[in-house]
């Protein structure tokens, strides 16, 4: 069924596990996650991008797909659709698209203006019963074009955006978009307890959850994050499989490859690789 965030977030947050957002960027990914969450009786949110919406025709044409999955699959588990690091023209979008739950990322601006432009996007949200996401201190790395140099954020700043009612609040704590370089320094898990002890119950997000160690993890859920997102290590995952695929030759005796064949084994990726981190976050059986 598809719904806002809001609540499967809070159960998290109670339950001390994470909901997974896992980004989507064609048929195949949608409903390799999709079928996932349901076996695994597991909440799921499937995070798109701007760049992955324009790829897909438009927020309407995902939201037309994911609405189709649902109900052609038998998908009874919550699953919520969120537009991910959103500027505040694609969140407008969204909201127009019918998208339950977006993301302003407002954090290029100066503080003010970030909660300026988060405020209207909450007064319009809330409206509409959408979740919503802010985010205080760029995230580092790039994804999909959004690159962020990695700050910490202030405490002070996340609670000037939580009190502006948003849904859950992404806050940089050292962690990167992308694969971690070997000199990584971990999370700054002080700061995380500061951000926590400022935003309240404020469920929590922590973006690039590609190669951040099983235990910083659950030491993160234990501070509160309620939701980590997923992308890059889907990526590699499937871009692998495919790569295999066409490496053993495997085409229709010589007539070219079949794209339903030939995007088979990046599927089947997709599903391993979004169980394993379900397991990991605590979150199968929790729907």
């Known amino acids: 069924m598809l719904v806002s965030a809001k609540e499967m977030l809070e159960k998290a947050r109670d339950g001390k596990y994470a909901v997974g957002q896992f980004n989507i960027n064609n048929l195949e990914w949608t409903k390799a996650i999709l079928l996932t969450a349901q076996e695994n009786n597991s909440p799921v949110i499937l995070g798109v991008s701007e760049g992955a919406g324009k790829y897909m025709a438009g927020y309407k044409t995902v939201m037309g797909m994911v609405r189709g999955m649902i109900e052609c699959l038998n998908i009874t588990v919550p699953v919520s659709v969120h537009l991910d690091h959103g500027s505040y023209e694609g969140a407008k979008a969204c909201i127009e698209a019918g998208f339950p739950s977006i993301m302003f990322d407002g954090s290029k601006y100066p503080i003010d203006e970030n909660i300026e432009k988060t405020k209207e996007l909450v007064a319009q949200a809330n409206a509409l019963g959408l979740s919503v996401e802010a985010e205080v201190g760029a995230i580092g790395g790039e994804e999909d074009g959004v690159i962020g140099n990695g700050d910490i954020a202030d405490p002070e700043e996340c609670k000037r955006i939580a009190a502006l009612g948003v849904t859950m609040l992404a806050a940089g704590i050292g962690n990167i978009h992308g694969k971690y370089p ?106």
Request: glycine share 10%; with cysteine; hydrophobic share 40%.
């Open 182 to 287: 070997e000199n990584w320094k971990g999370l700054d898990f002080d700061t995380l307890e500061k951000i926590k002890a400022a935003t309240g119950n404020m469920p929590l997000v922590l973006h690039g959850g590609t190669g951040i160690p099983t235990d910083m993890i659950k030491k993160a859920i234990s501070l509160g994050v309620a939701k980590i997102n997923v992308n890059t290590e889907c990526q590699l995952a499937f871009a692998a499989a495919t790569r295999k695929y066409i490496e053993e030759g495997k085409d229709l005796q010589g007539k070219g490859f079949d794209p339903r064949k030939l995007l088979a084994p990046g599927f089947e990726a997709i599903k391993a690789t979004v169980k394993e981190k379900m397991e990991i976050f605590g979150s199968v059986n929790k729907a």
